[in-house]
């Protein structure tokens, strides 16, 4: 990551902190954001925005575009250096410049999916060693619960200092028989083997409950936010809570997401939901879930562009929360969920983790990024 001792003064700039948005100057020192003010700067050298955005740059705590990177088609698996630079590139284009690489632990149904971790594992550590990334690159393990060696997967991976964020995924007929045939349908699987699983649920037992808890067990002891994913009524929230897990990840029923809300849990949605508007698989409309106020935190999910254009619509609603506190659901309100206390905002003592946005056809366009005051883009 570069760093720069020359004061960068960027003037004529729509700014966008955490609270408001104004025309106005930021100066830059030493990879820190020095001065912030609504004047007009004439000194030599300054950039002038004529007028665009200056956002903080974005900090994306799910994204498994890495996924797609590494392996492009079914069983084809692309140079994991290669794919990670692919894949560091694209984010950083797209405004994000602090990123939870959600990586997959186990195999969701498909065997080559468990080839995956270590492969970006690797691809990631190389990268950073080669100093061949442009932006930060955190983790964030997504757990299926449904691995009968989870926890050995997992713990593999427990002491590393990347490592910020985990999620369950339990996506069993004993956790909801509905979504579980909807889901298996979208595979191609057979009525008939659909039903059998589900009908045998009361008589058999799998590992999902032992490995949600001992995930409990290990993530507290480590200190790392763990999450609940695609909770579809409000008695997973409420097991969540029994768990003791303050985030609700993806819920994917208006149901779920107001019992989230009422247990006081932090939501993330999804912003290809909201920019689409509506779920590509059925599930709760992210305009939906903004409309009643039960969104604090959109990441990308798996279109790593489409962070920044759901933050926009968010903001073009007239009934929306107006483009501050939309953008401080993709910065500063992650930045201050997982202890990133200095970045996410554009503020005095921050780090100059920042962005140039235009408006074109009343979407943005990311036309320049500076990572701790130096323009990586």
Request: aromatic letters at 4%.
């Amino acid at each position: 990551m570069r760093r720069t001792n020359v004061e960068t003064v960027i003037t004529n700039a729509r700014i966008v902190t955490g609270h408001e948005v104004f025309l106005g100057t930021v100066c830059i020192q030493n990879g820190t954001i020095s001065d912030l003010d609504r004047t007009h700067s004439h000194a030599p050298g300054s950039i002038d925005f004529d007028g665009d955005y200056l956002l903080p740059g974005l900090v994306d705590v799910h994204t498994d575009h890495l996924e797609k990177q590494i392996m492009p088609r079914g069983g084809v698996f692309w140079n994991p250096v290669n794919a990670v630079m692919t894949h560091d590139v694209v984010l950083c284009a797209s405004g994000t410049t602090t990123v939870f690489d959600s990586l997959i632990v186990g195999a969701v149904g498909n065997p080559d999916r468990r080839k995956l971790l270590p492969l970006m594992i690797d691809g990631l550590r190389e990268a950073r060693k080669a100093g061949l990334l442009k932006i930060d690159h955190l983790l964030h393990l997504r757990c299926d619960a449904r691995e009968n060696d989870l926890i050995d997967l997992f713990t593999d991976y427990i002491n590393d200092t990347r490592l910020r964020f985990v999620t369950i995924m339990d996506d069993s007929a004993r956790r909801d028989a509905e979504r579980f045939r909807r889901l298996e349908r979208r595979k191609g699987v057979a009525d008939a083997v659909i039903e059998a699983e589900i009908a045998a649920v009361p008589t058999t037992s799998d590992c999902t409950e032992d490995n949600r808890r001992r995930l409990v067990e290990l993530c507290r002891l480590h200190r790392i936010p763990l999450a609940s994913h695609d909770d579809t009524t409000a008695a997973h929230i409420a097991e969540s809570k029994e768990f003791g897990l303050s985030i609700s990840e993806f819920p994917i029923t208006l149901e779920a997401a107001k019992a989230a809300r009422a247990a006081g849990m932090v939501t993330i949605i999804g912003a290809p939901n909201i920019v689409a508007g509506r779920s590509h698989i059925g599930n709760v409309s992210g305009k939906l879930l903004a409309e009643e106020g039960l969104i604090d935190i959109v990441c990308s999910d798996y279109i790593p562009s489409s962070l920044l254009h759901a933050l926009w619509r968010l903001a073009s609603d007239p009934h929306g929360p107006g483009l501050a506190n939309a953008v401080a659901m993709g910065s500063k309100r992650p930045a201050e969920l997982f202890g990133l206390a200095d970045r996410g905002e554009v503020a005095v003592g921050r780090r100059a983790d920042l962005l140039r946005v235009a408006e074109v056809n009343a979407a943005p366009v990311v036309r320049s990024v500076w990572v701790a005051g130096g323009q990586i883009l």
